[in-house]
């Protein structure tokens, strides 16, 4: 068994402007608070010790409708407010004393927060000045208006690398609350460990109100109760919120004090804390060290799952029903691909989720695939999705392989399980020669690989492909492929347009964009293919703003504005002219890979 997994795993592939929002988003009026009440009230939190930016002005507007139109904005103010006093505490003598600070760290032991982050140019971070100098206020409440998760598996992929890259603080926000406005954005995405990496990089002595908030949002996404406790001092003198106290119940309990876990544990109920929230909160102090109090939790009556429940039953290993899992959103079903304490086999169609938005790597899905089809009885491993991907990577035949991968391929009934599925079997993939005996899979073994980035390993398809005339993996390869190693030429290009059926022929224009954006085609044959194709690339002011990052060398600003152009759930809903700008100023910033991986999955799930 060790040695399929080793074969099983080789080969994988592990602005400067105010501007509008691109007019995508289904305008759900702001992000969903990622707490019950109490968390996510800031007027409940202690003020931090120096001035802190204001929150978002009201006159950046919440993402709009879908529409062909982008309003204007006025500039956002960049001045510090003072906040208010925060109001007297309450004394309890259930309490530990109020220490002083919110936090200890040895005086000058605490770390610099004007560069925050865990990825250097080294490691795929974009540098100290990804996001520029200014505009602080700006680019953060940009963030908080993402409409995250996207539809695009590797634009996610660039704008979470933008986010962990270890980036200078822009003036007009606090430094820390401009960490916490990027982890709050990770947390969104679905991506609760990098959420974490960011939030772990901010002693907590340097707290603000608003990275308090973060840090138990992220606390709850990755199942980890025992973050809270660090968090449940600074605001004892402010909140009274049961939520909170019900917080310190459970820590108490972890730190051994099942007598005070108790009492608080009471004290929540009796100001209002009750039904599943509390239930799950008395299984947390029923596991802490001798704990008293257990709980039978029932998920009779719940309608909706909330960070509160995910995180704590998730911690617990208490099974959340399926409808409401499934009903929480792509967010939660990522949280719940990487929740420890869940059986792995329970995880999978959860991380085949996780796959799709860009947050586990083929090599880790493949992997967790490996470990359920090792711990599966041998009677009972025939038949499944470990058992067939293992056949397809250790079949003697090409077509025993090939035949595997296709059975996989279509498995399932959805857009984004199909996908994954396509992520899955990269690595399997790569290993099919290209043959014209197999040129009726080449598409699907095409997007496959590059699914994972598997560039090189796709592009030797390129004669395969011209002679078989397949035009779905023929435009992949146009976009996909380090070079151009398929006719590009306008007669070319012209045919696939003519032959194009996809509804308002956005698959024509879809490739234009991306060869235009690319530099693939000439600016005389881009303008021709464009009218053809029924392609309008015109200025608005997502673009001038877009533009301007570039010209600053900012790549962080372009991926965070290419991020905010895919407001949609389906990538047939992505502007083809906002494509082409992305994929163009991506490459002019020196992403020329992650450009060509976006305009390849463009096609790939058109």
């Keep these: 068994m060790k040695s399929w997994r080793t074969r099983f795993l080789a080969g994988a592939a592990c602005a400067a402007a105010i501007v509008a929002i691109p007019a995508l988003s289904q305008g759900r009026g702001g992000p969903e608070s990622l707490l019950p009440p109490g968390f996510g009230n800031n007027q409940a939190l202690p003020p931090p010790e120096e001035k802190a930016a204001p929150p978002p002005p009201a006159n950046v507007p919440p993402p709009p409708v879908a529409s062909g139109t982008v309003p204007g904005v006025s500039p956002p103010a960049l001045d510090a407010a003072s906040g208010e006093a925060p109001p007297a505490a309450v004394q309890n003598p259930l309490e530990a004393p109020q220490p002083t600070n919110y936090f200890t760290v ?26 520029g100098a200014n505009n602080g206020a700006f680019l953060a409440a940009l963030m908080g208006q993402v409409d995250a998760p996207l539809p695009s598996r590797w634009t996610s992929i660039l704008l979470r690398r933008a986010l962990l890259s270890r980036a200078a603080a822009p003036a007009g926000v606090n430094p820390v609350d401009w960490v916490a406005a990027r982890a709050d954005l990770l947390l969104r995405m679905g991506e609760a460990d990098a959420a974490r990496m960011l939030v772990q990089s901010v002693d ?27 968090l449940t001092g600074a605001t004892r003198a402010a909140s009274r919120a049961p939520v909170w106290t019900m917080a310190e119940a459970m820590c108490a309990a972890l730190a051994g004090e099942p007598t005070r876990a108790s009492a608080l544990s009471d004290q929540a109920r009796q100001h209002g804390a009750a039904g599943i929230d509390l239930m799950l909160a008395e299984k947390v102090i029923g596991a802490g060290a001798q ?41 939660y079903a990522a949280w719940f691909a990487r929740a420890p304490m869940v059986p792995l086999d329970q995880r999978l169609d959860a991380a085949g989720t996780a796959a799709a938005l860009g947050i586990f790597s083929s090599r880790s899905l493949v992997e967790a695939y490996a470990q359920v089809f090792d711990q599966t009885d ?9 058992a067939r991907l293992r056949t397809a990577w250790i079949d ?124 693939r085609v000439s600016g005389a044959d881009a303008s021709r293919l464009g009218n053809a194709a029924g392609l309008s690339v015109q200025n608005d002011l997502w673009a001038t703003t877009i533009d301007q990052a570039v010209r600053a060398n900012q790549p962080g600003t372009v991926a965070l504005l290419a991020a905010t152009a895919i407001q949609t759930e389906r990538w047939a809903g992505v502007p083809p002219a906002y494509l082409f700008r992305i994929v163009r100023d991506l490459k002019a910033v020196g992403l020329d890979f992650e450009a060509r991986m976006i305009a390849a999955e463009a096609m790939a799930r058109l």
């Design 378 to 386: 041998p009677a009972e491993q025939a038949g499944t999705v470990a």
């Design 106 to 131: 040895p005086e000058g032991k605490a770390r610099s927060v004007e560069m925050v982050g865990v990825l250097d140019p080294g490691n795929g971070g974009l540098g100290a000045g990804a996001f």
């Design 204 to 230: 907590p002595v340097n707290y603000t109100p608003r990275m308090i908030e973060t840090a138990a949002q992220t606390a709850l996404a990755t199942a980890d109760p025992a973050a809270l406790c660090p």
């Design 396 to 519: 003697p035949t090409a077509a025993g392989r090939l035949a595997a991968m296709r059975a996989l391929w279509a498995e399932p009934s959805d857009a984004t399980g199909r996908y994954a599925r396509l992520i899955l079997t990269a690595g399997a993939a790569s290993r099919i020669e290209p043959s014209a005996d197999h040129a009726d899979a080449a598409a699907d073994l095409i997007a496959s690989m590059l699914s994972a980035g598997m560039d090189a390993e796709a592009a030797r398809w390129s004669r395969v492909v011209e002679d078989a005339n397949d035009s779905r993996a023929w435009a992949m390869l146009a976009v996909g492929s380090p070079r151009a190693q398929v006719d590009l030429g306008r007669d070319r290009v012209q045919a696939y347009i003519d032959a194009d059926t996809s509804p308002g022929h956005v698959r024509a224009q879809m490739l234009v964009a991306a060869l235009a954006g690319l530099g």
């Design 291 to 331: 704990a008293r109090r257990a709980a039978n939790v029932q998920w009779d009556g719940v309608d909706a799952i909330n960070p509160w429940r995910f995180g704590l039953a998730s911690a617990t290993g208490t099974p959340i029903p399926a409808p409401l899992l499934n009903g929480a959103g792509p967010r």
